[in-house]
């Protein structure tokens, strides 16, 4: 059983930077793909960034050049720099992590864009 644990979110204004953290624990043999979803009211949980554990990223389009995701293997912990948020970047965000092909998720953390 693994347990993952999301931190660093918060309220921020547009143009400013957020860094969120991951930590995956417990009886883990081995972490895959690590990434960070989103969800917004109404809308339905989207792929924000993912990385395996060789490094290779993929992002969401919306993100790309703003956010950047990486990890560190030996703690079992994912991260996602956020700069030049914006509004439409509100959202409670969740780390998932893989370990033998089950995904295990957090429980989230908000973060809220505004003035």
């Known amino acids: 059983q693994v347990q993952v644990a999301e931190s660093g979110g918060g309220l921020v204004q547009p143009g400013r930077s957020l860094r969120l953290s991951c930590k995956a624990s417990g009886s883990i043999f081995s972490i895959g793909l690590m990434g960070w979803y989103r969800q917004a009211p109404g809308k339905q949980r989207e792929l924000v960034a993912a990385i395996t554990s060789g490094g290779s990223t993929n992002y969401a389009d919306s993100v790309k050049g703003r956010f950047t995701i990486s990890r560190d293997n030996a703690k079992n912990t994912v991260y996602l720099q956020m700069n030049s948020l914006k509004p439409e970047d509100t959202a409670v965000y969740y780390c998932?992590?893989?370990?033998?092909?089950?995904?295990?998720w957090g429980q989230g953390t908000q973060v809220t864009v505004s003035s």
């Open positions: 998932s992590a893989r370990e033998l092909f089950k995904d295990y």
